[in-house]
Nanobody, 123 residues
Framework: QVHLVESGGGLVQTGGSLRLSCVASGRAFSSYAMGWFRQVPGKEREFVAAISRFGYSTYYSDSVKGRFTISRDNAKNTVDLQMNRLKPEDTAIYYC????????????????WGQGTRVTVSS
């Protein structure tokens, strides 16, 4: 079992930055690839970024590539999402997720999810 808790969401103006953090407790954090997803009410959960177990590989959706950076610190059991040059279309609830499989863009692959943190980007 892995328990995930996100933080760092909030309200920011277009062009601003936020840093989301996800803290994991439970089984060895380095056993899991981690992902960030986001969801707008009424829409499907959307892949944002993923990172391999030791951080050697990262993956991004086209919509955030070049603006967002995913990183992890296995000593602290954290995975972060640095979000720069935010746009109104980035407004969503952001979730971190863990999988014992390889990093993946598909939500169904992930076994554990946090409760989400809300990000609102004003225009």
């Amino acid at each position: 079992q892995v328990h995930l808790v996100e933080s760092g969401g909030g309200l920011v103006q277009t062009g601003g930055s936020l840093r989301l953090s996800c803290v994991a407790s439970g089984r060895a954090f380095s056993s899991y690839a981690m992902g960030w997803f986001r969801q707008v009410p009424g829409k499907e959960r959307e892949f944002v970024a993923a990172i391999s177990r030791f951080g050697y590989s990262t993956y991004y959706s086209d919509s955030v590539k070049g603006r967002f950076t995913i990183s992890r610190d296995n000593a602290k059991n954290t995975v972060d999402l640095q979000m720069n040059r935010l746009k109104p279309e980035d407004t969503a609830i952001y979730y971190c997720a863990a999988t014992m499989k390889s990093p993946n863009t598909t939500p169904d692959v992930y076994d554990y999810w946090g409760q989400g943190t809300r990000v609102t980007v004003s225009s």
